[in-house]
């Protein structure tokens, strides 16, 4: 088995078959998985066993196109203020920053001249006598809470105890570690006790929970600053900065085995957590004659199926991504990691193939289901339970996209969003 254990140092050199449970997000990680057999030249096999979801649908019936991928590149937003806020932190505690150097990097990256002036004015860097610049004691706090592999704030997973067990990073922990939530961590399945922003206390479950829990959230655009404008067909795309606001009221009790809803809760207090990030934004066609629920589901179906066409243009993880649909057919996609990760970037230059591809997943499933299925339009991170889907809906907008119909993005979306 091709588990996340054999990337650690594992001797594999004797391996000579590889399995593999589902098609890892990007082609690079599928080579990187299938590589550990066959090490010294003797013959090897992979077996890839793909599962019931859109992107494993659309391989099995191009699967050309997997096999002759090539890896993926790789993807990094160089601009991404909150990465660059703690980098410049951490280079002037390392050594103070001269007044020719500071030149020379706001010469290099646009945006680091606004950071710095940022960095000034919240107290964590200042400038010495002789005007270079250094990081005051806020500023070697920041410095010392930097981690390697995120930017953005964790929640700290203690147990009832009071023993810590680990960290998760915001906003992904808003979904996973509410109050109820079953968590598993390091094998090990726990219940949420209670949360706030910073901390969550988790306990032991007495047993092998036949459960999991999933999230009720719904997310909102909440600030949008579009720095880029272009038409894919002759739909308006705008990309940018902005806020997204995640919104967790309950939670589905969902049967492990058989992914039935056995369960539906509120939360007792609804978590409400904003965080900045990289945001696409454009709207979808809408026929007149829908009425409001048909227009809400096929935006919402839409929005489904061009988040899962997205993974296989960008190589990413479906987690590392978000979207929004509107019923006014205004659909947000956003980079999942706090302040944005590149990804919506990339995306951005190749919203035309994510047409395409959505419409072209859509029409492979031969489902003739309604709301559609966990092969097209479903998705495993829906906030609502895959409610509210239309599937010839979506593929009738993405068709009249395709075809060249004019859309612009609108100021502001309108009416409740669905995620
Ligand atoms: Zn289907
Ligand atoms: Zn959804």
Known sequence: MATPTLEQGIDIGDLDSVVLMKIPPTF?????????????????????????????????????????????????DPENPEVMKRQIVSMVY?????????????????????????LLKEGYIERTRRNALTTTRDGVAL??????????????????????????GLPMATRELHPEAIYLHGGTQYRVMDFNPRRAIVEQLPYRSKYFTLARYHSDMEEFEPELKRSAFKAEIAYGAGTIRHIVDGYYQKDKTTQQTVAENDLEETIIFDFPT?????????????????????????????ISAAVTLTGADQ???????????????????????????????????????????LATCKCGREDGCPKCTYSPYCGNNNKYLWKNGALEILKQILRGKKTKVEAKPVGKSTV
């Open 143 to 168: 410095h010392q809470s930097t981690k390697l592999r995120g930017t953005g704030e964790d929640i700290r997973i203690y147990t009832m105890e009071n023993k810590y067990i680990g960290d998760r």
């Open 94 to 118: 390392d050594q103070p920053l001269s007044s020719n150097e500071e030149e020379k990097l706001n010469r290099e990256i646009k945006s680091s001249e606004k950071v710095i002036s940022n």
């Open 278 to 306: 990289k945001i696409i934004n454009f709207n979808l066609p809408l026929r007149m004659s829908w009425n409001p629920t048909q227009r809400g589901s096929a935006s919402h179906a839409a929005e489904h199926i061009l």
């Open 28 to 76: 690079s990680r599928y080579i990187q998985k299938v590589g550990r057999a066959g090490r010294r030249g003797k013959e090897s096999g992979v077996f890839l066993i793909i599962g019931d979801d859109p992107i494993s649908n659309y391989y099995a019936a191009h699967p050309d196109e997997f096999y002759r991928s090539t890896p993926e590149p790789a993807y990094l």
């Open 319 to 361: 987690a590392e991504m978000g979207g929004i649909s509107y019923p006014d057919g205004s659909i947000v996609i956003y980079d999942g990691a706090y302040g944005g990760s590149g990804l919506t970037r990339l995306l951005y230059d190749r919203m035309e193939k994510d047409f395409k591809r959505g419409a072209e997943m």
